[in-house]
C-alpha cells in the first residue's frame, strides 16, 4: 500500500507527523510526503523511510521571498501541481492530509484522482485562530491567513468532503459530532509518546539540572508563546519566593514568547529561579527526577483540548 501524506510546514520535524508516518512505515506501507521548503533543503529525499517531495524553492538571492512562495494555502498553485505531481508519479492508494490549512487542496486532488483522503485533525485548528487573535500581538496578515471567520467555513468544507477524520481525544470527536459529523466517520488515533525515547535518552546534555537536586522544580513543557499565559506564572511565583525561595522553574520549549519571559523574570527578580531550555523531554526525564508540572494556560475550546492530551500522555510515561 502506498501513501501521499500532506504536511504545510518544513519536514523535518514533527511530532505527529512523524509519529503517523513512522507507524505506516512499520507496517509496511510505502510513505510520500509533500511538504514546505521555507529552508530551501533539497526537493527530494528519504528520511527514516519516508520519501520526502519537499515543494522546489526560489534562489537564496531572493531572501524571504521564499517564504511568499511556498506559503501554504489551499488555492496555492505552487502547492496544488505540486501535490498532484507527486499524486500522478505515485499513483498512492490513500492521501492524508495534516490539519487544516492545506486540507481542501488535498480534496481536490484526491477527487481528480478519485484515491480516499483523511484529514488529521491534530488539534480544533480554528480554535488555534481565536486564541491567536485574542492574545497574540495582532498582525494585518491574521485578516487572511489567521482569520478564525474564514477558518470556520474551510473546516466546514472540509468536514464534509474527507473520506475519514483522525482526532487525538473523544471530545474533540465530540466536537465534529455536534457539527454534524456522523461518528463512523471519525477515529481516534491519540498522541501516545513513543516510550523507546524514554529508555535510550542519555545524559550528556549541558547545563543539567542535577545541581538543583533538593530544590522544587517546577515544569512546564510546550510552546513559550504569549497566549500560553506564562506571565501568570511568574507574577505567582515572584510572591511564592516570599514564602519558599528553594525552587528553579524549568520552561521547555521555544516560541515568541522567550524573551519577553526573561526580561519579565528579571524584571520581578526572579531571574535565577527561571530556566529555559531547549531539548528533548526524554533527556529531561531520564536525567533528573522532576516531580511538579505545570499545566497554564489561557482558557478555550483549543485549551481544553490540549489539557485533555497533556494530561494522557503522561500516564504512558511514569
Known sequence: ?????????????????????????????????????KLRKPVEGIYNGIHLHRLPFLS?????LNNMFTFPAFFSPIWLFH?????????????????LPMALAAIIIAKIHNIPVILDMAEPYPEMIRLIWKFEPFKISNILVRNPFLADIIENITLKYVDHIFVMVEESKNRLVSKGVSSDKITIVSN?????????????????????????????????????????????LSQFIKINDNFILVLLGTGNAVEHLKCMAKKLKIEKHVNT????????????????????????????????????SPTLIQ
Open 83 to 99: 501535490i498532484n505531481k507527486i499524486a500522478r508519479q505515485q499513483n498512492p492508494d490513500l492521501i492524508i492530509v495534516r490539519d
Open 1 to 37: 500500500m502506498k501513501v501521499l501524506f500532506v504536511w504545510d510546514s518544513d519536514y523535518p520535524w514533527d511530532i505527529r507527523v512523524e509519529k503517523v508516518c513512522a507507524t505506516l512505515v512499520s507496517n509496511r506501507w510505502d510513505v510520500h510526503l509533500v511538504c514546505r521548503n
Open 192 to 236: 501516545t509518546p513513543v516510550l523507546e525515547r524514554f529508555q535510550e535518552a542519555s545524559a550528556t546534555f549541558p547545563g543539567t539540572l542535577d545541581k538543583h537536586k533538593g530544590k522544587l522544580i517546577l515544569l512546564y513543557v510546550g510552546l513559550l508563546n504569549l497566549s500560553r499565559g506564562l506571565d501568570t506564572v511568574l507574577e505567582s
Open 60 to 64: 537564496p538571492k531572493l531572501g524571504s
Open 277 to 312: 531550555l531547549h531539548l528533548l523531554i526524554s533527556v529531561l526525564f531520564r536525567t533528573t527526577s522532576v516531580v511538579t508540572g505545570i499545566i497554564q494556560y489561557q482558557i478555550n475550546y483549543l485549551i481544553i483540548w490540549l489539557l485533555l492530551n497533556r494530561l494522557w
